[in-house]
């Protein structure tokens, strides 16, 4: 099962080349994850609850950090004033760890542009000591568990 | 009469200081023009047609550019995960530029957390000539002149 | 007297149109002011002291937050791997806030690119009352007062 | 051998964590790129020459496009106003693509903070045909070829 989110491009996103730029295709992976699951606790202020809410219901002072990332640029993402397409999913839950990983397609052409995976880990902001995945959220995400996009 | 957009903010458009970062509120009234006029001609890949496609029909080779921008932070804006609601108007039509007006709220609270104007003129890229205002276009603007934001 | 200071591009600075994107210029302004006034305390880590540290030495808890901008772009500004040159001054100091001047050159051409005025109040983090400018500050101001950009 | 660059960060690459943003750490090494060969040939305009003008050189209509990117993040990097010191070097050399390699240093603690790789490609932006690497060109980058970060 994966979630399909759709998110916005930005005309400021496209640099030199007149693309999206390979950095940007990242801020719109992090929108990704927080369409999916929810913005961090702690950040921000209310909007709407999400589905699957990993990040919002974390613990007070607890950080999600990105701890990987990988990502493979297959063809270039292009501007359209039309959100791009990105299918969301989670292709490994370890003890410490989670990795989501994602497909983001033209929304126009269907064409798929790219494909990536970023690990997170939960850490106490202040001590920096590593949370455990819980339980409860392991069996919230069992849905959403697939193929990794590398090896 | 005004246009009101919503343009989705981003986890990342948070500074240090946990508000909306200023210069990102310039980058969302980019995005809040290019929802109202389209996005400019010879960028990006075709999408959805605006109402007012001041922006996407300008001629081959021609760019809008800024000339001038003036905003004034009202009260901090905050991340949400529901898109910030922003007015659009045009305050000033002269012969060669316009000005487009926009105050932006929080999409919960309703509160006014900014207001700005944008000068923009077009250019021919390759001469660096400045394109009149053509009267078609100033007609297609009349019925969304109203107060600037200043002065 | 105006400060100095030369504040990198970066080549993701520059959209579609092959310049640097107007929204940038804002954002090389606000190192040009962190480079002259120092890093807001509470924010990041120590680095080099700053002859002006008007930012780095604000009480616990307090932020620096611009409450207007004005910027005025007079030729488009080109990346180059070699820092902008950015003129620095103050050009009003006020019971609560302070305005900054600038003025950008290209650094190959020496042209002036674009001038900008950034009013900064001081808050209370917590509270959200306004600080008023010690006479200290002023004093270490004084020198670097100068001709305001607009009007 | 590897390239030793200085990458000014910028405060407003902290995101409301604090840190520097994963996304912004890639913009970063963007920089780091460009420090090391040159910015791509047509794009920006004229500064300094850099020793290993590998992007700087490229044949005109040429693009250098990132196909993939791996990154790990060993612990956050903070913002400080004295620039990020990386290494960079050459992890491989394949007849279509080369893999550049970096580590991002502190630069006051000296501690390690993130390790990458980015492969690239060279197309004609025209007809999108991928260009091989010159003999030439493996021969400038014959001294800075080093151990892979990944695997």
């Known amino acids: 099962m994966r979630l399909t989110v759709n998110v916005p491009m ?18 719109i992976l992090e929108e990704a994850r927080i369409h999916a699951f929810g913005p961090p606790a702690g950040t921000g202020l209310p909007g709407l609850e999400v589905e699957l809410p990993i990040f919002s219901e974390l613990p007070d ?20 004033n039309v959100p791009a397409r990105i299918e969301v999913w989670v292709s490994s839950v370890k003890g410490a760890s989670i ?9 126009v052409t269907g064409l798929k542009c790219a494909i ?3 690990s997170i880990a939960f850490f106490h902001g202040g001590t ?4 455990r995945i819980s339980a409860e959220k392991k ?5 959403f ?3 990794p996009n590398f090896r």
Chains 1, 2, 3, 4 share one sequence.
């Open 10 to 27: 930005r005309w400021g996103d496209m640099d030199a080349y007149g693309h999206i730029n390979n950095v940007e295709v990242l801020r």
């Open 61 to 80: 002072g607890t950080q999600a950090l990105v701890v990987e990332h990988r990502v493979k640029y297959l063809v270039p993402l292009n501007y359209r």
């Open 139 to 143: 069996a919230q995400l069992a849905p």
């Open 99 to 107: 990795t989501v990983a994602y497909a983001i397609f033209d929304p």
């Open 128 to 131: 920096g000591t590593v949370l």
């Open 145 to 147: 568990l697939g193929e």
């Open 116 to 118: 990536a995976e970023t």
